[in-house]
């Protein structure tokens, strides 16, 4: 069975940071892509960061300079280091992992508080 498990999330002040950590185990598979999404309260889940497993990455606008995500598909584990974090980052994040064409999958996710 598939497991995609989160952590690394807390409270934090603005202008400080955080790195978030994700593993998947059970998979045969290493993914294809992976990454982390976020869902503030009263808000739709939208992209953070993706990385695929030759290295190539996407990044929302909104973290593009302060985010940095890492993997490594063999181990399937994806990083996400949030550096300069802001009230605006604080959301539920979800780890996602793409492990073949029609095999995603999603974590319970982790709560990151941003306070000002």
């Known amino acids: 069975q598939v497991q995609v498990v989160e952590s690394g999330g807390g409270l934090v002040q603005a202008g400080g940071s955080l790195r978030l950590s994700c593993a998947v185990s059970g998979s045969p598979f290493s993914f294809r892509t992976m990454g982390w999404y976020r869902q503030a309260p009263g808000k739709q889940r939208g992209l953070v960061a993706t990385?695929?497993?030759?290295?190539?990455?996407d990044y929302a606008d909104s973290v593009k300079g302060r985010f940095t995500i890492s993997g490594d598909s063999a181990k399937n584990t994806v990083y996400l280091q949030m550096n300069s974090l802001k009230a605006e980052d604080t959301a539920v994040y979800y780890c996602y992992t793409k492990l073949t064409v029609v095999r995603e999958y999603w974590g319970q996710g982790t709560q990151v508080t941003v306070s000002s």
């Open positions: 990385i695929t497993s030759g290295g190539s990455t």
